[in-house]
């Protein structure tokens, strides 16, 4: 068993960055798998990306080279540094833990999720 807390969302210009972080009860943080995704208004929650337990690093297409995910086992925490941000990747942020390494980009391959933490971006 493991619970999430997200934290870290807000309203921020375009253009400007957020750092999302996704605490970890339990002490077993190491052997799972992260994700990190996305549900804007009216629209299916999406991937955003993962981080497996063996630091397998995957993000959706839309968020390449702008967003990074990093995890840190000591902390029981891992990260989602949101740079150049657009209106479009205004949603709730949910982060999710995994025991699997494989198909990490699906909503089903997760058991565990966050609340979520809501991303605005103003234009």
């Known amino acids: 068993q493991v619970q999430l807390v997200e934290s870290g969302g807000g309203l921020v210009q375009a253009g400007g960055s957020l750092r999302l972080s996704c605490a970890a009860s339990?002490?077993?943080?190491?052997?799972?798998?992260m994700g990190w995704f996305r549900q804007a208004s009216g629209l299916e929650r999406e991937f955003v990306a993962a981080?497996?337990?063996?630091?397998?690093?995957y993000y959706a297409d839309s968020v390449k080279g702008r967003f990074t995910i990093s995890r840190d086992n000591a902390k029981n925490t891992a990260y989602l540094q949101m740079n150049s941000l657009k209106p479009e990747d205004t949603a709730v942020y949910y982060c999710?833990?995994?025991?699997?390494?494989?198909?990490?980009?699906?909503?089903?391959?997760?058991?565990?999720w966050g609340q979520g933490t809501q991303v605005t971006v103003s234009s």
């Open positions: 981080i497996s337990w063996s630091n397998n690093i």
């Open positions: 999710a833990a995994t025991k699997t390494i494989i198909l990490l980009t699906r909503k089903s391959s997760y058991g565990y």
């Open positions: 339990g002490r077993t943080f190491s052997s799972y798998s």
